[in-house]
Structure formats: structure tokens, C-alpha cells
């Protein structure tokens, strides 16, 4: 029945096609009869407008006529390279200057009742042909991941200056190293659809698990090879919600034989999975900076166990998250909340505006659907989910596969009081080991020398990592930092901490508190300047 359904759309696309090719030609024909039978005062300004409407028309009824690409009708009848074929973005129109040279987007059917169809779009890793293939969400709820391509850590990269909308190949791109595949989840967010509208929504993390799920084992039919490689699950902030759900479900079907899905690991940066634990904690951060006093942190801790209290007692009536927030975060006084430090706005509006040019839609095959970078009502409607946490499957994802969980120093939304409080109650076998465990410094070298990324802690598969200058969007504030910790984690399981600070290259001529000339020590942990002043090397 799809196969037929899909045979008819294409039969009628091709009918359109032809019909708009007539309707040009008679449209010229015309025009240039009407300019000659007009006098010529006029006649300048009529061939003008002809010609804008002209252009108008054949800018935009291509794109009206041309049908997305559904990619499961191809999967379910072998059709694997006509599939792959199809699904190729043509990054020729304006677009090849920032694109790959290869990449594939379309739409995967995850349920036919419902007709929910994902989104995706994915950069095979050019460089590496071996490389792992590594899953991109963004939390939200509600907000596309083709955002965390374009602002954090894909082939393109834009401007978060005002207006200024500019696009450049990104320099750390995370497709460099890796096959990156950044999927809009769930439906009805990005270029994700339900053709159920709003009733076809996936508003529990065992619906959209379920659907991402679907996703990955046509995503495997589609391209076999990566059977092969390893596979990361990951994404940031409310994903670490989706990425344990599915990893979990992934674990469960290998386990039962029932999925060959070659999970390697997961990664999380500033991951909100245990929202219970984590959201009184939210407040600890804001006293420690000095942006609320202490009572205030007291109160505010105390309105949110009162919350989920009255959540678990079956008492707390929601219609929706906005109504919750701005009753249990303070007024303050700062831009943004990503990062403590600045004054960078993650730049939605501009990630809308690249992703609805019609170069950009006509390249990734998406029709006439528009595409929403967030959609506020997946976020209210989210209302119950929020106050279930997903550390139990942390806890059982630990004792199998690598787990990467980071943060950034500066992050207000998800701090790293936040995340290390949830892990310390997160159930598993090295949990003890976790608690009592020390950080180690995070030493990198660099074009200037030694620099001191951040701080980790390796236990058992949990590698814990914190971003030093880093917001909410780490990938995006440090891209350097972030791009080699990924590289780490995949190839080590965590970061090396190989690297020491090389007290030799000290040579530098100090001044001591005397005023006294004196060359640094090549071989001392200390340099001497005078007997009253002792400078520590670091």
C-alpha cells in the first residue's frame, strides 16, 4: 500500500512539474506580446514587474512542488541505494562552501498509525572512513538538535553577533573526527512532524524512546556499515532524559538478542536526568556567585522539594512547565543563563533563519514543512515528565558501557553542584568508589603552552569531566576543549592526563619583592627571588 501511495505522489509531482514548465512558457509568451502592445512610457516598468513575478514564481513553486523524502517506504522494500541516493543533500545551490562534500537528510517513519516521521541529518566522517558514529539531541524539551549542529558542534558554524547573519565552516567541527547524526526529537520539533498533529505527540521518555528506537534500527538498514563501528549516544540538558532512555531500551533488546545496534557508550553535557535531586540543588550555584543571599537559597529549595512532595502525594494540579518556573527561579540580573560569565545569547532566531532559507530546505529534502527550532508546547506539555528521573537508568547503562557526563564551570541552568549531586545518588556498583573519589587536573597542550581545560574524574566506565570558561552550550563556548574530550573519551574511555606541566620551559626572568633580577629555576619545584619572597611554579 506505501509502495503504491509513493508511486502516486511521485507520478503527481512529475504531473505538477510539467504543468509549471507549460505555465512558463505561456507566461513569457504572453508577457512579451503584452510589452509590445504597450506604449513605450510604460512599457520599462511592466517588463520589470513581469520579470520580479517571474523570478518570485520560479524561486518558489519548485520548492512548493517538490515532495520530502520518506525513507522507510525504500528501507521495507530493499531499495537501500536508491534510498542512500535520494537522501544526498545537494549542497551546490549557495551551500558548498559550508557543507561537507557528502551528507544525508530526510524523513524516517517512526509510526504509520500516528505518522510520526524524524527528521535527521547526517555527515559521514570524510577524514576517517572507520570512524565512530556518534547521535546529537538536543533537550528542551522542545528544541531541535539541528540547533546544537549549527551553534555548537557541526560542519557550519553562525554568528552570535547582532544583526549579523553569518555562516562559516566551523573549525572544530565534531564531523571531523566523527559520522555525526543530529536528529529533530520528538515529533513536532525542528522538522520532525506528526500528521496526527498535536494528538500524535510524544510526551513520556518511554514514547520517545520508543520512537528513536524505530529510528535507529531503519537508520542501520539504511547503512549497514556502521554495524561495524561503535555507536555514542548523546546530546545536553534535557536529553540526558532521552539519551539514557534509549540507550537503556538499546541494551535491553542486545541483552534479549533481539538488536545487533553496536552500542559503545553514551555522552551528556549538563544533563538534567534526575530532576528530584537536581532541581533544589539549582539554587546552591546562584548563593555561591552572590546573585541570592542565603535565605533566599533556603526558600527557594524548600517551594521545590514542597513541589515534587506534593507531585508524588498525587496534589499538584499542572496545566503546563511555564506556569511552574517563574514562580521558583529569582529575578536576576544577568542575560543569559547558559553561561554565568557572559553575555552570549544562544542564537535561536538565526538557526530558524538558515534552516527556512529555500536553498537549505530544498537541499535536505523537506517539502513545504516549516521548520520550528522550538516548540514552546512540547515544552509545557512535558508538564508530567519532569518530575521523573531517568538515574536508574544511568545507574544500569554504568556496569556496560562507557559514560561521559560534562559540564561547564559557568553554567547556571545545569550546574556542576547539580550533576555530581545526582550521580552521587545514582545507584550502581562503584557509586561508593564515586563519592569518595578526588579530581584531577586537566592539562592540555596548546600553541602558548600547558592550559588547564578542567578537571575529571575517571571511575570505573564514569569518565566526569568539567569544562573550565564553559556555559550550558559547552561544545560552543570551548569548542577547542570540547572537540579533544570527545576524542579522549572515545579512544580512552576518558580523559589521559598524560600531559604535565613542564616546569623546565620556566626560564623567564622574575622580579622579587626586593626589586632583584633573578632567572627562573629549570630544575625546582620553587624560585627563589629573595629569601623574603618564594615564588611556587605551577
Not at 305 to 330: A, M, W
Not at 357 to 383: L, M, Q, W, Y
Request: net charge positive; aromatic share 12%; proline share 5%.
Amino acid at each position: 500500500m506505501c509502495n503504491l501511495i509513493l508511486v502516486l505522489v511521485l507520478l503527481l509531482n512529475y504531473f505538477l512539474k510539467l504543468i509549471f514548465l507549460l505555465f512558463k512558457i505561456i507566461l513569457f509568451y504572453n508577457a512579451s506580446a503584452l510589452i509590445s502592445q504597450t506604449n513605450l512610457r510604460n512599457r520599462s516598468t511592466m517588463s520589470w514587474m513581469i520579470k520580479v513575478s517571474s523570478f518570485c514564481l520560479c524561486t518558489c513553486l519548485p520548492l512548493l512542488l517538490a515532495e520530502p523524502v520518506f525513507l522507510t517506504p525504500y528501507i521495507e522494500s530493499g531499495r537501500i541505494q536508491e534510498a542512500q541516493r535520494d537522501s544526498l543533500v545537494n549542497s551546490s545551490k549557495g551551500l558548498s562552501s559550508l557543507l561537507p562534500k557528502k551528507s544525508h537528510a530526510g524523513f524516517i517513519t517512526v509510526n504509520k498509525t500516528l505518522g510520526n516521521h524524524l527528521f535527521f541529518w547526517y555527515f559521514p566522517c570524510l577524514e576517517n572512513t572507520s570512524a565512530p558514529l556518534l547521535v546529537w539531541l538536543n533537550g528542551g524539551p522542545g528544541v531541535s538538535s539541528m540547533f546544537g549542529l549549527l551553534w555548537e558542534n557541526g560542519p557550519i558554524e553562525i554568528s552570535s553577533e547582532d544583526n549579523i547573519c553569518k555562516y562559516k565552516p566551523r573549525k572544530h567541527s565534531w564531523t571531523k573526527s566523527f559520522s555525526m547524526l543530529y536528529i529533530d526529537n520528538p515529533v513536532n520539533v525542528g522538522y520532525s512532524f506528526s500528521e496526527s498533529g498535536p494528538a500524535g505527540e510524544r510526551l513520556t521518555q518511554d514514547s520517545v524512546s520508543k520512537d528513536l528506537y524505530s529510528f535507529m534500527e531503519q537508520f542501520y538498514s539504511l547503512f549497514p556499515d556502521y554495524k561495524k563501528r561503535e555507536l555514542y549516544i548523546g546530546g545536553q540538558s534535557y536529553a540526558g532524559k532521552y539519551v539514557p532512555y534509549l540507550a537503556h531500551v538499546i541494551h535491553t533488546q542486545r541483552m534479549a538478542n533481539a538488536s545487533d545496534i553496536p552500542l559503545a557508550g553514551i555522552y551528556i553535557g549538563g544533563p538534567f536526568f534526575d530532576p528530584p535531586t537536581q532541581s533544589p540543588a539549582f539554587f546552591y550555584y546562584l548563593y555561591s556567585m552572590g546573585a541570592i543571599s542565603h535565605e533566599q537559597m533556603l526558600f527557594h529549595q524548600k517551594t521545590v522539594e514542597n513541589l515534587f512532595r506534593d507531585y508524588k502525594n498525587g496534589q499538584l494540579k499542572i496545566t503546563n512547565l511555564s506556569h511552574i518556573f517563574p514562580t521558583l527561579v529569582p529575578r536576576l540580573g544577568f542575560d543569559s543563563k547558559d553561561n554565568y560569565l557572559s553575555n552570549v545569547r544562544p542564537r535561536y532566531d538565526k538557526a530558524w533563519k538558515f534552516m527556512n532559507t529555500v536553498e537549505v530546505r530544498e537541499a535536505v529534502h523537506v517539502g513545504i514543512r516549516k521548520f520550528r527550532v522550538i516548540n514552546e508546547n512540547i515544552f509545557d506539555r512535558f508538564s508530567s515528565d519532569i518530575f521523573v528521573s531517568a538515574k536508574d537508568k544511568v545507574g544500569a547503562l554504568l556496569e556496560h558501557y562507557k559514560v561521559l557526563i560534562f559540564t561547564g564551570d559557568s553554567d547556571v541552568i545545569v550546574s556542576t553542584y547539580m550533576v555530581d549531586t545526582a550521580l552521587m545518588s545514582t545507584p550502581w556498583s562503584k557509586q561508593a568508589e564515586f563519592i569518595a573519589s578526588s579530581r584531577t587536573p586537566w592539562w592540555s597542550v596548546s600553541q602558548t603552552g600547558p592550559e588547564l581545560k578542567g578537571f575529571y574524574t575517571s571511575v570505573g566506565q564514569l569518565c566526569r569531566v568539567v569544562v573550565r570558561k564553559a556555559g550550558h552550550q559547552t561544545p560552543h563556548d570551548q569548542p577547542e576543549a570540547a572537540l579533544e574530550m570527545m576524542q579522549q573519551f572515545v579512544n580512552y574511555g576518558c580523559l589521559k592526563g598524560d600531559v604535565k606541566v613542564p616546569r623546565q620551559r620556566y626560564h623567564r626572568v622574575l622580579k622579587n619583592c626586593s626589586g632583584i633580577e633573578n632567572s627562573g629555576s629549570s630544575n625546582g619545584s620553587t624560585i627563589q627571588a629573595s629569601k623574603r619572597c618564594t615564588l611556587p611554579i605551577l
